[in-house]
């Protein structure tokens, strides 16, 4: 099937999120769209899939014009799209999910889950997929609830399947697996609009990246383009991919963390018996799939995460069982991982949420009343040092863009002397250009001698910011590597692999461990991962 | 892949469980050891299973106050002990084991007050019997409760809804002389009070908790008005509706115990076996109801797959509100002869509890609303008897009930996870 849209705009409001999109998708292609986080390119796709009326502009299926009022449209013309933030129902079973809005029944609309179990068992045997249909779909883990939400289209015939960031949720193992069943997907005839920022992916699987920046197509070039191009066309000037950062003169140990674990209210045990150390002026980066304790070790040092047992020193200071104000008072930066939620009040003016934590400290509080042109006179200056795009600083914080709210948050803990500084998620959503000044902003403090924790799910900053790093895994440490650790052994690790076992298992799949700038894309890539079991059959039944 | 990565993440951590089960089974051993053995009345207390028309005879139950207590004590009291000791093991008790503990102690409370009674004994036959006439109403209310909650919209107007059926049944029943009038209009009125929450919880976003108690306020308001005004000016032709006869199926419902519970009833009785059992099979065994339960877990995830969700919301929520009116038309055409202001006396907000208490299913919410109205009726019969117990201390029953099983046994159940937040399409 052959998928085109033609001048494709949406506007909310004055704002086009989209402009004059042209896009070809032929049958049986990998077509990627690589864009920043708010390039636009998720608009588009809600678009294609019904979510979205377009301003402007046609969709053509097989060069004939349709028109979709909703997703149903979509879907029954052959569209299937997976969301970012999967579409499935948590307490349903796999098989409630997949019949959902398509449902068999059998007479006055009962149920007949069988017909559906069976459908599943056939494309799941077809590609491997590995999916028990009568497993409920909040206890399966995130790739595999990925490969649900695939099935999900493969039932409705989906003959081009959009896959919104995929792999944002997933470990580098389960990227390549994923990547894999792209392939097999398009050996069996299937389209895919593949949608991503992250450039090692797309080089590996594409036949073709369309660049989308601010709601334009900017250009659609060969998956042989250098990354470094590739990454210039996103984000519209020339980017250094690399910090270059100096090596870490680290001092005496300062953060002392001691056998903490965490049972949550549920008696989950999030956190269990976590113990490192982060030395004066180094980066220690937490590395992890998302959900392994991350957050709750960010919160554990905090205060705002009860700790079941165990214990946090910061030079020698107790924190467990202070108050978050107590650790704050300590000498503890924190920039939580939503910023959105956690990190800023997003009605209040940029002024003040630069001082939210310092409100009743000298220059800015002084009795029961705030010293107005203190708090002035610190906006302007923070905002000057990190560079905050706004015209005025009474504006919200939610009139800011993510890259900017991430820049006001930084400043407003980096505006204090630290003895520790935390970063979760530093630059999540945020675009590449201001990436790369968070960055400098990280390894700056770290230069001042102040530690410095970063956890990231993002392989691609803890590698480029560590100087050392943990690997979470189910609540426990996996092993604490050194900041120049490859990529593969890191992967394996995020996955549970000893690292002994990871080191010798990444040495015998890549013979030769090279840097990820410089690998090579072959056309068929290593199988990591395992091959269809009945790839034969599914050659046969290819459309 | 040779890792493993789908294992349970494991508690290495020893953490007991929670002090919680075993304190309360000790509270409760010592109470009936003490208060109720020791301290108890030594009287027989006479429990009679059958009434004079059952087919057969069952004899009566007949305890010595004081020992039975004492021998409930005592096992409650190992029970407890037992808890505590698998608490040590890292273990809890089974639920089995808690349940037969409350059922030993609520028998225990009966023995002890019926022992100390003027009157030494009670038929159980019409306490069970009584309790589900009493549930009628609270079970039709959960149910509109479910329907709603389960489609993503919390409907606190279940109490507006009853008392708007029980109304409207009591002045088209009069004026009609016809009970299934009355019935049909008390849907009807019930439908529209749903629809005033509909309209503006789906489609004008008003907080759906507000909508709800305005309502209430208002549905009592207009009733109480026309109550003074129409009602009280000439109940002969306003308030005297025709009532719907209880059917008894012959044979069975001489059936001891069970006969009169299961196949004595009203019209309204009967609809409600039947009501329960169609929402049940509905929602987890249709289409419908997979639909309806996507709509209030995940809506956006429904209406990606093509479901209509605020439609879908807005026929349940209609539905519900039939439901419910049709459970007020209870009070009016069943339960008593006229109507009076504020006739559903806060039953509304009991079968909200009933709700959450059964765990948004509608077996369970039934099993609830029969345990609130076991409460209720309790208190009636215990009033009537005398015992030691002040009845201002026994009215407060069915509502201690209602705050214990909602806030102690239910714990940290899940209700369905999108209801109260309306949905916009962006």
Same mark, same amino acid.
């Given at each position: 099937m052959k998928l085109e849209l033609r001048g494709i705009s949406k506007a909310f409001g004055s704002f086009y999120a989209n402009k004059d999109i042209d896009l070809v998708v032929d049958n049986a292609q990998i077509h990627c769209l690589l864009g920043e986080n708010g390039a636009g390119k998720s608009t588009l796709m809600n678009v294609l899939y019904g979510l979205y009326q377009p301003t402007e502009g046609q969709i053509l299926i097989d060069d004939k014009p349709v028109q979709f009022s909703g997703p149903g449209d979509a879907m029954a013309a052959g569209i299937g799209m997976v969301h970012q933030h999967f579409m499935l129902i948590p307490v349903f079973t796999v098989a409630e999910n997949i019949a959902l809005g398509a449902e068999a029944t059998k007479a006055g609309g009962v149920l007949d889950l069988q017909v559906t179990r069976k459908k599943i068992r056939e494309?799941?045997?077809?590609?491997?997929?590995? +999916?028990?249909?009568?497993?409920?779909?909040?206890?399966?883990?995130?790739?595999?609830?990925?490969?649900?939400?695939?099935?999900?289209?493969?039932?409705?015939?989906?003959?081009?399947?959009?896959?919104?960031?995929?792999?944002?949720?997933?470990?580098?193992?389960?990227?390549?697996?994923?990547?894999?069943?792209?392939?097999?997907?398009?050996?069996? =005839?299937?389209?895919?609009?593949?949608?991503?920022?992250?450039?090692?992916?797309?080089?590996?699987?594409?036949?073709?990246?369309?660049?989308?920046?601010? =709601?334009?197509?900017?250009?659609? +070039?060969?998956?042989?383009?250098?990354?470094?191009?590739?990454?210039?066309?996103?984000? =519209?000037?020339?980017?250094?991919?690399?910090?270059n950062k100096e090596a870490a003169t680290p001092g005496a140990a300062s953060l002392v963390v001691r056998d903490v674990s965490v049972v949550n209210a549920a008696g989950t045990t999030t956190l269990d018996h976590v113990s490192f150390e982060i030395h004066q002026g180094e980066i220690l980066a937490v590395a992890g799939v998302q959900g392994n304790g991350q957050t709750e070790l960010t919160e554990a040092i905090l205060g705002t995460q009860p700790v079941t047992a165990g214990s946090i020193k910061l030079d020698g200071l107790e924190l467990v069982g202070k108050s978050v104000k107590q650790v704050l008072r300590a000498g503890v930066g924190f920039v939580p991982e939503d910023r959105s939620v956690h990190g800023l009040v997003t009605q209040f003016s940029i002024e003040e949420n630069l001082i939210l934590d310092l409100y009743d400290r000298k220059p800015f509080g002084k009795g029961i009343s705030m010293n107005l042109d203190a708090m002035k006179k610190n906006a302007t200056k923070q905002i000057a040092d990190f560079d905050v795009r706004t015209d005025n600083a009474l504006n919200p914080a939610s009139s800011l863009s993510g890259g900017n709210q991430q820049k006001v948050v930084m400043a407003r803990e980096l505006s204090r002397d630290l003895k520790l500084f935390i970063a979760s998620q530093p630059t999540r959503g945020v675009d590449v250009g201001s990436i790369e000044f968070l960055h400098r902003r990280i390894v700056a403090e770290r230069d001042k001698g102040t530690p410095v924790m970063i956890v990231s799910t993002e392989l691609d900053e803890v590698m480029e910011l560590a100087d050392r790093i943990a690997v979470l895994y189910k609540g426990k440490i996996n092993g604490i590597v050194p900041g120049n650790t490859s990529r593969e052994v890191l992967g394996l690790m995020m996955a549970g692999v000893s690292q002994a076992d990871a080191i010798s298992q990444a040495d015998h799949v890549k013979a030769d461990a090279e840097p990820v700038e410089a690998q090579p894309v072959p056309a068929q890539a290593p199988q990591v991962t395992h091959k269809p079991k009945h790839s034969t059959t599914a050659e046969g039944d290819a459309q | 892949m040779t890792t493993t990565t789908s294992a349970a993440l494991q508690p290495s951590i020893s953490l007991l469980p929670s002090k919680k089960t075993p304190i309360v089974l000790s509270v409760i051993a010592l109470i009936t050891l003490i208060s109720f053995g020791f301290l108890g009345s030594s009287q027989a207390a006479n429990f009679s299973l059958s009434t004079n028309t059952d087919a057969f005879k069952i004899p009566d139950l007949v305890f010595p106050g004081m020992a039975t207590n004492i021998v409930f004590g005592v096992l409650l009291l190992a029970v407890a002990g037992y808890s505590w000791w698998l608490r040590s093991k890292g273990r809890t008790l089974p639920t089995y084991a808690v349940v037969l503990c409350a059922v030993l102690f609520v028998l225990g409370f009966l023995i002890w007050v019926v022992?100390?009674?003027?009157?030494?004994?009670?038929?159980? #036959?019409?306490?069970? @019997?009584?309790?589900?006439?009493?549930?009628?109403?609270?079970? $039709?209310?959960?149910?509109?409760?479910?329907?709603?909650?389960?489609?993503?919209?919390?409907?606190?107007?279940?109490?507006?809804?009853?008392?708007?059926?029980? $109304?409207?049944?009591?002045?088209?029943? /009069?004026?009609?002389? %016809?009970?299934?009038?009355?019935?049909?209009?008390?849907?009807? #009125?019930?439908?529209?009070? /749903?629809?005033?929450? @509909?309209?503006? #919880?789906?489609?004008?976003?008003?907080?759906?908790?507000?909508?709800?108690?305005?309502? %209430?306020?208002?549905?009592?308001?207009?009733?109480? $008005?026309?109550?003074?005004?129409?009602?009280?000016?000439?109940?002969?032709?306003?308030?005297? !509706?025709?009532?719907?006869?209880?059917?008894?199926? !012959?044979?069975?419902?001489?059936? !001891?115990?069970?006969?009169?519970?299961?196949?004595?009833? /009203?019209?309204?009785?009967?609809?409600?076996?039947?009501?329960?059992?169609?929402?049940?099979?509905?929602?987890?065994? &249709?289409?419908?109801?997979?639909?309806?339960?996507?709509?209030?877990?995940?809506?956006?995830?429904?209406?990606?797959?093509?479901?209509?969700?605020? @439609? &879908?919301? $807005?026929?349940?929520?209609?539905?519900?509100?039939?439901?419910?009116?049709?459970?007020?038309?209870?009070?009016?055409?069943?339960?008593?002869?006229?109507?009076?202001?504020?006739?559903?006396?806060?039953?509304?907000?009991?079968?909200?509890?009933?709700?959450? *208490?059964?765990?948004? %299913?509608?077996?369970? @919410?039934?099993? #609830?609303?029969?345990? *609130?109205?076991?409460?209720? %009726?309790?208190?009636?019969?215990?009033?009537?008897?005398?015992?030691?117990?002040?009845?201002?201390?026994?009215?407060?029953?069915?509502?201690?009930? &209602?705050?214990?099983?909602?806030?102690?046994?239910?714990?940290?159940?899940?209700? !369905?996870?999108?209801?109260?937040?309306?949905?916009?399409?962006?």
């Open positions: 494309i799941s045997d077809r590609y491997g997929f590995d +999916v028990d249909p009568d497993a409920i779909v909040e206890d399966l883990p995130v790739g595999v609830q990925q490969r649900v939400e695939i099935i999900k289209a493969l039932v409705r015939e989906a003959k081009v399947l959009i896959l919104d960031e995929p792999t944002a949720v997933l470990t580098p193992q389960e990227t390549d697996e994923l990547l894999d069943i792209m392939r097999q997907l398009k050996a069996n =005839g299937t389209s895919i609009v593949f949608i991503s920022h992250k450039l090692r992916e797309v080089r590996a699987v594409s036949d073709v990246i369309t660049v989308v920046r601010r =709601g334009l197509v900017i250009d659609s +070039v060969a998956p042989e383009t250098s990354t470094t191009d590739l990454a210039n066309l996103m984000v =519209g000037r020339a980017v250094q991919l690399n910090l | 022992s100390g009674a003027n009157i030494n004994s009670i038929s159980l #036959a019409s306490l069970l @019997a009584g309790a589900v006439v009493l549930a009628v109403p609270l079970v $039709f209310g959960s149910l509109s409760g479910v329907l709603c909650e389960r489609a993503g919209v919390v409907n606190i107007a279940i109490e507006g809804q009853l008392l708007g059926g029980a $109304f409207t049944a009591a002045i088209v029943a /009069s004026i009609t002389k %016809n009970a299934f009038a009355g019935l049909i209009a008390a849907g009807i #009125a019930g439908a529209l009070v /749903s629809l005033v929450l @509909a309209l503006f #919880a789906i489609k004008y976003l008003v907080n759906q908790i507000i909508v709800g108690v305005v309502l %209430n306020v208002l549905v009592s308001g207009i009733t109480g $008005f026309l109550f003074t005004t129409v009602m009280q000016e000439d109940p002969e032709l306003f308030n005297s !509706p025709a009532h719907l006869p209880v059917i008894a199926i !012959p044979g069975l419902s001489a059936i !001891p115990v069970l006969g009169p519970i299961l196949f004595k009833q /009203s019209v309204i009785g009967y609809l409600m076996y039947l009501a329960v059992f169609l929402v049940w099979f509905g929602l987890f065994k &249709t289409r419908w109801g997979l639909r309806v339960r996507a709509v209030g877990e995940h809506p956006k995830a429904a209406d990606t797959l093509g479901i209509k969700v605020n @439609a &879908t919301r $807005f026929w349940n929520v209609t539905l519900g509100g039939i439901i419910a009116g049709i459970g007020g038309s209870f009070f009016t055409l069943v339960a008593i002869d006229s109507f009076t202001k504020e006739i559903s006396g806060g039953r509304g907000f009991i079968a909200l509890a009933a709700v959450i *208490f059964g765990r948004w %299913n509608p077996i369970g @919410a039934f099993a #609830a609303a029969l345990l *609130f109205g076991f409460a209720d %009726n309790l208190q009636v019969i215990l009033t009537i008897i005398g015992t030691p117990v002040p009845s201002q201390f026994m009215a407060m029953m069915p509502y201690l009930v &209602t705050i214990f099983a909602v806030a102690g046994l239910v714990g940290r159940s899940r209700g !369905p996870a999108a209801a109260g937040e309306p949905y916009v399409k962006e």
